[in-house]
DNA sequence: AATCGGCACAACCGCAAGTTA
DNA sequence: CTAACTTGCGGTTGTGCCGAT
């Protein structure tokens, strides 16, 4: 049996709401709440739109303390910092930043910050010089050359080829300093106490006050766990010369999906800088396969899911985080439905 | 003044997860 | 337990605006 349909499609408006139905929507919803069914509220008040559609047009656009445009640099860092952390999950990055929808966000994603952030980097390659592009052309063609035997829908993001100088990870160094590194160096900002490589994650806001990022933080990694279901998978070819070979870009699981001038331009930045940047991925592989790549023993692909605690690269920081978080710290979401719905 | 291309944004679509009967 | 249904999410598309030619 096939899916029904959300809607009677051919009677539904599309396109663009009129002020008329924006005026519909806003006061039934504001005096009546949704009634817990997008899908019947077209009906009740006379819209013919789409359940959907009017779900997204008051979440969007209509509910109270919407901000659109004018993104600070401080939501900017955040921004690249969490796309970087945990890929597109617009939506809990959206919860990170009051006010902001997960559409503005990754709309502002993909038009100016992606390329905001590959200018920066342009320049950065510029200012380095020739001296990488030697050992990049090497790279380029030697990934072209590599497929990965018996993987499909997979490609070699990070080239096979050992890098000049690819020391291991240094066990000893503070992990914090490690992310922070990389973080810091592709647009991030993070506060210099080291004691908080954190972000302002899963901190309860009122609507209307200016938010303190400073004040209110929490470490990144255990907050996303936290969140909504990260049952990311990364895949890791083992056997190969280097940690981190693949990744697969089948599932949601691509930290770069949809970014595929932006994947490569990282992938050079990445072994243009090979040390400080295995100092920061060492933190979303594992410290364990980043140090022995071969050290399943087998040639099969592994995963690890970011919604397991267990997996995340630094679990002291999560059981921190987890107790911190029953004193005083509710969950957050997008936003406080009850607070906006009034009477269900 | 007309046209073209790029950009920004709103909205739609399809899928997956969650919920309910 | 399972099918039906709803909600939420992320990717993609459509459209209007604006600057360059």
Same mark, same amino acid.
């Given at each position: 049996m096939g899916r029904a349909p959300c809607c009677d499609k051919a009677n539904v408006k599309?396109? !663009?709401w009129s002020p008329e139905e924006d005026t519909k929507l806003k006061a039934y919803i504001e005096e009546n709440g949704t009634g817990g069914n997008w899908i019947a509220l077209p009906q009740k008040i006379?819209?013919?739109?789409?359940? $959907?559609?009017?779900?997204?047009?008051?979440?969007n656009y209509l509910r109270p303390n919407i901000r659109h445009g004018g993104f600070s640099e401080e939501e900017d860092n955040i921004i690249c910092s969490l796309y970087i952390s945990i890929g597109s999950r617009w939506s809990i990055i959206a919860a990170q930043l009051p006010g902001r929808t997960d559409n503005d966000i990754k709309n502002y994603w993909n038009t100016k910050l992606k390329k905001k952030l590959l200018g920066k980097q342009r320049k950065e390659q510029q200012a380095r010089g020739a001296t990488c592009l #030697?050992?990049?052309?090497?790279? $380029?063609r030697e990934s072209e050359n590599y497929t990965v035997p018996g993987m499909v829908n997979q490609v070699a993001h990070w080239p096979l080829l050992q890098p000049p100088v690819m020391p291991?990870?240094? =066990?000893?160094?503070d992990p914090h300093d490690s992310i922070r590194n990389l973080l810091v160096r592709l647009g991030g900002r993070i506060s210099d106490n080291p004691m908080n490589f954190r972000y302002p994650l899963?901190? !309860? /806001?009122?609507?209307d006050q200016p938010y303190d990022y400073d004040q209110n933080s929490m470490n990144i990694l255990s907050s996303a766990s936290s969140l909504s279901p990260l049952n990311s998978t990364c895949s890791?070819? #083992?056997?190969? =010369? #280097?940690?981190?070979?693949v990744i697969d870009v089948d599932g949601p699981?691509?930290? /770069?999906q949809g970014l595929d001038g932006f994947q490569e331009e990282l992938s050079e930045l990445i072994y243009s800088n090979s040390q400080q940047i295995l100092d920061g991925f060492e933190g979303f592989y594992g410290t364990d396969n980043m140090v022995d790549g071969s050290s399943t023993g087998t040639s099969s692909v592994e995963s690890s899911s970011w919604g397991d605690i267990n997996s995340l690269p630094y679990p002291q920081f999560v059981s921190g985080f987890?107790?911190?978080?029953?004193? #005083?710290? !509710?969950?957050?979401?997008?936003?406080?439905?009850?607070s906006y719905f009034g009477p269900q």
């Open positions: 599309k396109g !663009p006379g819209l013919k739109r789409c359940g $959907k559609s009017c779900r997204l047009r008051w979440l #030697t050992f990049k052309h090497e790279m $380029k291991l990870p240094s =066990t000893h160094q899963d901190v !309860p /806001f009122a609507q890791q070819v #083992t056997g190969g =010369t #280097t940690p981190f070979d699981n691509d930290v /770069f987890e107790a911190c978080q029953q004193q #005083t710290i !509710p969950q957050v979401s997008t936003y406080n439905e009850s």
